[in-house]
């Protein structure tokens, strides 16, 4: 019954509202194993942004329910700083294959990589890496499918995101 009164959204929104005041922002990431509920609901408030922006079409149209992302519900996320475009790699050029959920994961893992690259001053992220174990497996993966894309085999690493990993090193 609380569900059809649009209480989870709420929930989630304050257990945003408390992730913003620890962390300084709203950046959830797929790998954020403490509320893996807020992860994965903060990935799906950008994904009905794109979809309303008309930058993301879905196979099915989205139904208004108390769940749903309303103008007012989008205001209250950018009161608190929301990024709506994070986990996007801020590079709109990128032709990324997927589904708009997977691009999100893709580009969450990069600007990992990315902060990491920052912080160490290289991208070597063992497989096993206790700090974020999602992130040493996603970043096995790419350099696999590196392997296979110079080895001239299709695979899911298209040449875009070759780029854009090759830039960050």
Known sequence: MLMHLGFVWEQRYFELK????KNGNCNVTSSFLENQELADWTAAQRDDYK???GSVKLEHPAVLTPEALT???MDKLKSLGFDFDFGRAR???IKIRGTSRQNVVWETHLEE???????KGNCLVPCRYRDNPKLGIWVKTQRY????????KKWTLNEDRTRVLEEIG
């Open 145 to 152: 499918q590196y392997q296979h894309l110079i080895q001239g």
């Open 91 to 93: 590079t709109t050029a």
């Open 51 to 53: 979809a309303i922006e």
């Open 113 to 119: 990589l990315k902060k990491l690259r920052e912080e």
């Open 18 to 21: 408390d992730y913003n005041e």
């Open 71 to 73: 103008n007012k519900r």
